[in-house]
């Protein structure tokens, strides 16, 4: 069964860079098969979809985001530790949520969540 | 404001059957499936429904869902307590080129 956790700093200062990272298990990033995505969910309110990375051995790795945050956001893959990482800069208040790593079936549908953690952005 | 649209609550007493809506455009729900996902309090989304009316294993079949034009929804019948959730629409938009989710609906077992 695949297992996702993300993990990183749960505080963030104003302006600064948000660094998650997501730990996949039971499965490979590396498979070709999938979109590995991060979602966020600002406190009370909905989900939020962030942007995607593909990988596969054949293709190397492709990388699609949300384009109102495509000028803040990195999404990047470490094959060797099999994870995915999220990078958000210039963060204010507004970017604090919970923010979840999610595996996709394509552009089909999430069919694998972490547990998602909160980032609160606060000085 | 989210691309699509769902109302933002919903309610039902145990037994009865809900139906949640979920409403888009030509160029997300009408040209793409409709997946739900389930997200009980404090916990992260749970895919629900995918590809418009196909349940995952151990998905109850009291939950089915059907999209038609621009449209989607999602019943549940025979409501239990365990179905009080928020629950999410969800599809790809071919003009955003990306994901695109609905605000979400509060449904209360009464």
């Known amino acids: 069964q695949v297992q996702l956790q993300e993990s990183g700093p749960g505080l963030v200062k104003p302006s600064e860079t948000l660094s998650l990272t997501c730990t996949v298990s039971?499965?490979?990033?590396?498979?070709?098969?999938?979109?590995w995505n991060w979602i966020r969910q600002p406190p009370g309110k909905g989900l939020e979809w962030i942007g995607y990375i593909y990988y596969s051995e054949r293709t190397s790795e492709r990388t699609n985001y949300n384009p109102s945050l495509k000028s803040r956001i990195t999404i990047s893959i470490d094959t060797s530790k099999n994870q995915f990482s999220l990078k958000l800069s210039s963060v204010t208040a507004a970017d604090t949520a919970v923010y979840y790593c999610a595996r996709a079936q394509g552009i089909e549908y999430f069919q694998h969540w972490g547990q998602g953690t909160l980032v609160s952005v606060s000085s | 404001q989210s691309v699509l649209t769902q109302p933002p609550s919903a309610s039902g007493t145990p037994g009865q059957r809900v139906t949640i809506s979920c409403s888009g455009s030509s160029s997300n729900i009408g040209s793409n499936t409709v997946n739900w996902y389930q997200q009980l309090p404090g916990t992260a989304p749970k895919l629900l429904m995918f590809s418009n009316n196909q349940r995952p294993s151990g998905v109850p079949d009291r939950f089915s869902g059907s999209k038609s034009g621009t449209s989607a929804s999602l019943a549940i019948s025979g409501l239990q307590s365990e179905d009080e959730a928020d629950y999410y629409c969800a599809t790809w938009d071919d003009s955003l080129n990306g994901w695109v989710f609905g605000g979400g609906t509060k449904l209360t077992v009464l």
């Open positions: 039971g499965g490979s990033v590396s498979s070709g098969s999938y979109y």
